[in-house]
């Protein structure tokens, strides 16, 4: 059984690690938070049904590798964000959820290795898949909101170019 364990801890280590790699390799140009399967599902309503499980209460509790490794793109937004500091974070919650989604794929083998006691494997295996899950959940939960915050942001940059240059034109003295 501990030879179990181990094995069990040095595969969800193992490739935990791999595709966090593999996650901070991809090119972002390949996740649009509109497009499937990152859009939002008729069945989360509108994000409501998160709020059902009060994700809004305890996201903030669960690990956060950016806050671990500082070359990462905080998930946290300054005080004064740009949409394409906004947009940029909606892709890592695509990244993430795609990362979340291959790590619960990636624990089926688990009770493969738990050979006298397959339902040792089985527990740990929906325990992995409900850790992952909850990650998953946070993504899906973000998304919509940065999304709006990225639209907003935008909208009032362009309202803020706009008005620059009209002000510019109206200094103008050959104008």
Known sequence: MVISFVITVFYTVVVGMGLFFVGEALPRKWFHAEKFPFRPWGWERGGRVYDKVRVKKWKDRVPDMSRVRKKMIPKRLGVAPRAEQVYRLVQETCVAEVIHVALI????PIPFFWREHRIC???????????????????????????????????????????????????????
């Not at 794929?105 to 089926?108: L, R």
């Open 121 to 175: 494997g089985v527990i740990l295996t929906v325990g992995y898949a409900l850790g992952n899950l909850v990650f998953v959940v946070i993504q899906r939960y973000n998304r919509p909101m940065l999304l709006s915050l990225a639209k907003r942001l935008e909208e009032r940059e362009v309202r803020q170019q706009n008005a620059h240059r009209n002000c510019a034109q109206d200094s103008d003295p050959l104008g």
């Open 105 to 108: 794929f990636c624990g089926v």
